[in-house]
Antibody, heavy 123, light 113 residues
Framework: QVQLQQSGPGLVKPSQTLSLTCAIS??????????WNWIRQSPSRGLEWLGR?????????DYTVSVKSRITINPDTSKNQFSLQLSSVTPEDTAVYYC?????????????WGQGTTVTVSS | DIVMTQSPDSLAVSLGERATINCKSS????????????LAWYQQKPGQPPKLLIS???TRKSGVPDRFSGSGSGTDFTLTISSLQAEDVAVYYC?????????FGQGTKLEIK
């Protein structure tokens, strides 16, 4: 079955860049029937979709406006994974970060999630 | 951007009784071209990521018990648990995938009365 395994640091200093990776098994980051998403969850913001990457003959990205100037989501086809980079972080970026597959055939929706990474922004 | 609003914020229901959670979107999530509502429901238990229960507003994901059902169209949706079981204690979220940025409701915490 499809699994997503997250990795990355749990503590990031203010003004630095948060970097997380999501390794995919059982599917391909280049799949034409999926998108690959990052979502975060905090008590103040609830579940917040950050953005996605997906391949449809070429690579596309979508980002939410609130972080658009600071976020990059990149696929890595050689390792079958995708990554999140969020620059210039502040304590407001403290949250549990999830990667998730969005299936785009038959049953749509975020059907597979990573285990979550608790990221704290603090000096 | 589409704003999703759930009601109530919390709900206590007796075992075996019906639980009903509502979700309202700030604009329609019904695509007229295919007559599908781009609305999903998730269940989240403590320490776990959300789990997809229902997509297209009313289609249960394979393996989801049939006591879970979804209904509604356009801007108003409902998740119903027909006979509450102890394992259904969780927070439930609706999510629209009609347009990016995708958005979630604030969640409804379901407990046993």
């Amino acid at each position: 079955q499809v699994q997503l395994q997250q990795s990355g640091p749990g503590l990031v200093k203010p003004s630095q860049t948060l970097s997380l990776t999501c390794a995919i098994s059982g599917d391909s980051v280049s799949s034409n029937s999926a998108t690959w998403n990052w979502i975060r969850q905090s008590p103040s913001r609830g579940l917040e979709w950050l953005g996605r990457t997906y391949y449809r003959s070429k690579w596309y990205n979508d980002y939410t406006v609130s972080v658009k100037s600071r976020i990059t989501i990149n696929p890595d086809t050689s390792k079958n994974q995708f990554s999140l980079q969020l620059s210039s972080v502040t304590p407001e970026d403290t949250a549990v970060y999830y990667c998730a597959r969005e299936k785009r055939v038959d049953i749509f929706g975020m059907d597979v999630w990573g285990q979550g990474t608790t990221v704290t922004v603090s000096s | 951007d589409i704003v999703m609003t759930q009601s109530p914020d919390s709900l206590a229901v007796s075992l075996g009784e019906r639980a009903t959670i509502n979700c309202k979107s700030s604009q329609t999530v019904l695509y007229s071209s295919n007559n599908k509502n781009y609305l999903a429901w998730y269940q989240q238990k403590p320490g776990q990521p959300p789990k997809l229960l229902i997509s297209w507003a009313s289609t249960r994901k394979s393996g989801v018990p049939d006591r879970f059902s979804g209904s509604g169209s356009g801007t108003d949706f409902t998740l119903t648990i027909s006979s509450l079981q102890a394992e259904d204690v969780a927070v439930y979220y609706c999510q629209q995938y009609y347009s990016t940025p995708y958005s979630f409701g604030q969640g409804t915490k379901l407990e046993i009365k």
